[in-house]
C-alpha cells in the first residue's frame, strides 16, 4: 500500500463551476473535496505559518510553493485527526493545489493522481457570458467588464496547461462544463465512479 494520499484534481477554466462540483462531490460518500479557498480561509493566522502567509498576502504577493505545500500538508493532516477525511476510505479531491510546475513537483510525494477533472467549454464565449453574468449579479462591475474576463482566460490557458502536462495524458479526462449542475456532475461521476472503487480496492489491500 502507498503512503501517498489516493487523489483526483478538479481544474476548470474560470466560471466552469469548478466550486459547484466540489461541493456537490463532497457530498457524496467516499469522496472528500479539499480546496485551497477553504485552506486558506481556515488557517491558524496566529501561529508561524500563519503569521507567514500573512505577510505575503498583505504585500499582495503569491504565496511560495513549498509554503504553500506545507500549509496543504498540515490542513489535511488536520482533516484526519478530526476524521473529516479518512484516507483509508476517502478519495481526496484536489481544487486549486497543484496550481504550478513546481508545486506539482513538490507534491508527488504526497498525492497519487488517479486521475484528472479539466471542465472545459467548447465555445469560451460561453464562459465569458457566464462570468460577466455572475459578476454583475454579486455587484462586481469591475469583474463584468469583458476585457478583465478575456485576459483571466487567457492567464488560465497559459498558467494551466503547463501543469496539466505534467502528467501522463490519460489521466486527463475533459468534461464539458456546459450544462445544468447535474448534468456536468454526471459527466464528472462517469470518470471518478471506476476511479473510485479501484482506488477504494488499492487501499484495501
Known sequence: MSDRYQAV????????????????????PGFFHMSTGDM???LDHHSEI???FDEYSSRGELVPDELTVKMWQQYVHAQTVLSLYKPH???LVLDGIPRTVEQ?????????????????AANPEEMVTRLQKRAIEQKRADDAKIDVIR???????????PVLDQ?????????????TPAEVLGGILRVLAPIQA??????AQ
Open 9 to 28: 484534481l478538479l481544474f476548470g477554466m474560470p466560471g466552469a463551476g469548478k466550486g459547484t462540483q466540489g461541493v456537490l462531490l463532497s457530498n457524496i
Open 40 to 42: 486558506f480561509r481556515t
Open 50 to 52: 500563519g503569521k507567514t
Open 89 to 91: 476510505s476517502d478519495l
Open 104 to 120: 506539482t513537483k513538490l507534491m508527488n510525494e504526497h498525492i497519487d493522481v488517479r486521475g484528472i477533472i479539466h471542465l472545459v
Open 151 to 161: 485576459n483571466r482566460l487567457e492567464v488560465y490557458e497559459r498558467e494551466t496547461r
Open 167 to 179: 502528467f501522463d495524458a490519460n489521466l486527463v479526462h475533459e468534461v464539458d462544463a456546459i450544462g
Open 198 to 203: 479501484s482506488a477504494h480496492n488499492t487501499v
